[in-house]
């Protein structure tokens, strides 16, 4: 398949401040509104957002903030609780962040003023972990030969899935199989920072490099293609999150929200 030429994003967003972190909800919000999160250096704000691709009466993108939480330090990672819904009475969002101080934050809102999943654990030292929530034992855990592992995602669409990324390179996991990859290519010359799997296809997950030259790269990988699909790059990029039902994936940066939408 011949790799398309890098395309701009699709949509865009503006923020008051750099962008760390995005996060898509995961989880149906009750409404046809999809909820977002974005963290920067001191704030988290929750918006929700409705696209063209699915409502015909919008024009691109319609998005509004919902609620600014004020952090204090710098927002590394984001990960919303099955909870948070919009047709609530009253509305309800709760969501964790992890923030540069080490320290964890749960966050609950009604915009006015229980998951019993497995826990996974990412380890640098190249270590995928799943714990017990309740006795707090690893149950399974994965390796890959490179390091620092820097990003690994549990497919939704199929739990059986394990993709990360390490050095140049990203991973698969068939956790039935091996607690070896099941397969591996090099994708970033520079070094892979992020890996996401879409929500919608348990075959779509995308990656994105380390800044180079004042851009971070944004790749879009299809597992029956041996190039990827869409090629995206946002100025200093930071953040990977797919939208909940719509193949459609969105990075932060500079003061802005890219959205870039994927046809397959």
Not at 71 to 87: F, K, Q, T
Not at 139 to 157: H, I
Not at 195 to 218: C, D, H, I
Request: net charge neutral.
């Amino acid at each position: 398949m011949k790799q398309e030429a890098s395309r701009s994003a699709s949509y865009t967003v503006e923020c008051e401040e750099y962008v760390h972190v995005v996060e898509f909800s995961p989880f149906e919000s009750g409404t046809a509104e999809s909820l977002i999160a974005y963290g920067g250096n001191n704030y988290v704000v929750v918006g929700t957002c409705k696209f063209q691709e699915e409502d015909a009466e919008v024009e691109g993108i319609q998005y509004k903030t919902r609620r600014v939480f004020h952090h204090g330090i710098r927002i590394d990672a984001i990960v919303w609780s099955p909870e948070s819904r919009l047709d609530a009475l009253p509305p309800q969002i709760r969501f964790c962040t992890a923030g540069a101080d080490r320290k964890l934050r749960l966050f609950t809102s009604d915009f006015q003023d229980k998951d019993e999943c497995k826990v996974m654990v990412a380890e640098k030292n190249g270590t995928i972990r799943f714990y017990d929530r309740v006795t707090h034992q690893a149950v399974l855990s994965l390796t890959t030969d490179q390091t620092p592992l820097m990003s690994a995602s549990w497919c939704l669409k199929n739990t059986f899935k394990v993709g990360a990324v390490a050095g140049s390179d990203w991973f698969i996991w068939d956790i039935t199989r091996s607690s070896y990859p099941l397969d591996k290519r090099p994708v970033h010359a520079d070094r892979a920072r992020l890996f996401r799997w879409s929500r919608v296809n348990e075959n779509l997950f995308a990656t994105t490099g380390y800044p180079g030259k004042m851009t971070s790269q944004l790749l879009v990988h299809h597992l029956g293609h041996p190039q990827p699909i869409l090629i995206g790059s946002a100025p200093v990029g930071s953040g990977l999150t797919w939208h909940r039902t719509l193949s459609l994936c969105a990075m932060g940066g500079d003061h802005k929200l890219f959205f870039w939408v994927t046809e397959l």
